[in-house]
């Protein structure tokens, strides 16, 4: 199977993950259990959850909290129109760097999207 960009992103942080994982086991547990308390169905669905962080991974210029969150909101049922759009809030509120993170985002979120429309 053959893997996209941002895919290959998580990939490449995996094994960096793991490393600092086994030194501080106790830190990424709480951050995952704190992740699935967030992400977690509530009063807003898990789909626009994850495109939230999505938009705060691309102010933020981190490519693999927005690749993890896309790969997220695609799985969660997002829509490329409601990824464009919530990026779009993002350009409004960030200005010009979330034209570039955002157009990062975008790919990344249709890459997933694709991926899971094929599956």
């Known amino acids: 199977?053959?893997?996209?960009?941002?895919?290959?992103?998580l990939n490449e942080l995996r094994p960096q993950h793991r490393a600092?994982?086994?030194?501080?086991p106790d830190v990424y547990k709480a951050f995952n259990d704190m992740?699935?308390?967030a992400l977690g169905a509530g009063a807003l669905e898990p789909k626009i959850?994850?495109?939230?962080?999505?938009?705060?991974?691309?102010v933020h210029g981190c490519d693999g909290c927005i690749a993890s969150h896309a790969r997220g909101a695609a799985r969660a049922g997002a829509t490329k129109e409601e990824a464009a759009e919530a990026i779009g809030?993002?350009?409004?509120?960030h200005g010009g760097p979330a034209t570039i993170y955002g157009a990062r985002a975008y790919e990344a979120f249709c890459e997933f999207a694709d991926a899971a429309a094929s599956s």
């Open 35 to 37: 992740s699935g308390a």
């Open 20 to 24: 600092l994982r086994q030194m501080i």
């Open 49 to 58: 959850k994850e495109l939230m962080a999505m938009t705060i991974g691309l």
């Open 89 to 93: 809030v993002a350009i409004m509120m």
């Open 1 to 9: 199977m053959e893997h996209g960009h941002h895919q290959e992103i």
